[in-house]
């Protein structure tokens, strides 16, 4: 997992609340259990003009002209700006899958579906809450070219006017995140120690261990 220490980049506006992981990863897309190639199936049924499948070269599809993201300011994107309940609906973790493949590293709403919050930090992306008032004045403030500068470490968002915005994060998955670590690299963190439990126990309780 790629950590996330500091972001300086361009913010794109998705203007909607209660948007939902179907929406997000629609479910003709669940098949694969990799995470990797999500990202050109991100927000299908927006970003395109016909149905999506995944045998589907996404080059040759019809875009939506109206969908933001599919608009030059945005494109190269990193950072996404969005309305309440944001990742609703199923537990789906090709939710998050996707927009880390599109680019996406970090989302910022006034809140989150609890699951897909949690399975934002194990894949790399980072969840940040406001208040409703500093998203509205975000809204206000983009234009082409807007970005913001997001610190981890300080828990801070610095805006183009140089305006500091601040937020909170759970200690232990703002460690996570600093170093770039998801739920099997925390366990390998003590990979001596696990191996040390299994030769004793292996000593005390060797038919345990016999092959058959």
Known sequence: MKAFTQLTALVAPLDRANVDTDAIIPKQFLKSIRRAGFGPFLFDEWRYLDRGEPEMDCSNRPLNPEFVLNQAQYQGAQILLTRENFGCGSSREHAPWALEDFGFRAIIAPSFADIFYNNCFKNGILPIILPA????????????????????????????????????????????????????????????KIKAYELERAKRAPWLFREA
């Not at 998203?135 to 183009?160: A, K, R, V």
């Not at 995140?177 to 366990?187: E, F, K, R, W």
């Open 133 to 192: 008032a500093q998203i509205d004045q975000l809204f206000g403030e983009i234009n082409s070219g807007y970005q913001l500068s997001i610190d981890l470490q300080s828990q801070t968002i610095t805006t183009p006017s140089g305006a500091l915005l601040t937020f909170s994060i759970d200690e232990n998955r703002r460690y996570r995140l600093l170093n770039g670590l998801d739920d099997i690299a925390l366990s390998l963190l003590y990979a001596d």
